[in-house]
């Protein structure tokens, strides 16, 4: 069983910066995409970055492109999401999730972790 635990995330004032840090344990995943999505309150889960199984191909949602990069680390089997820029809009739980078909597409990520806040204040 693949367990997933975000942390990182908090409270922090806009144009400021956050890193976020996913780790895994139960099983290595580097051979799997990884990903982070974002919930607001009352929003759909939201794509915000995604990263090969080798690391050498990254993707980004169009509302974070230029200011997150997504990154992992195979030896400690952990991925990370460095936040720049933070506004407002960026208020969110984000989750880390592992091993999907369409990157892209939240159904399809197998693993979860169960989210860490982010408060972005204006």
């Known amino acids: 069983q693949v367990q997933l635990v975000e942390s990182g995330g908090g409270l922090v004032q806009a144009g400021g910066s956050l890193r976020l840090s996913c780790a895994a344990s139960g099983r ?4 799997s995409v990884m990903g982070w999505f974002r919930q607001a309150p009352g929003k759909e889960r939201e794509f915000v970055a995604a990263i090969s199984a080798s690391g050498r191909s990254t993707f980004y ?3 974070v492109k230029g200011r997150f990069t997504i990154s992992r680390d195979a030896a400690e089997n952990t991925v990370f999401l460095q936040m720049n820029s933070l506004k ?3 208020t969110a739980v984000y ?17 979860w972790g169960q989210g ?7």
């Open 95 to 111: 989750y880390c999730a592992a091993d999907a078909a369409n990157l892209y597409n939240h159904y399809t990520y197998k693993y």
């Open 28 to 31: 290595t995943l580097s051979s």
């Open 61 to 63: 949602g169009d509302s």
């Open 116 to 122: 860490t806040q982010v408060t972005v204040s204006s």
């Open 88 to 90: 407002f809009e960026d």
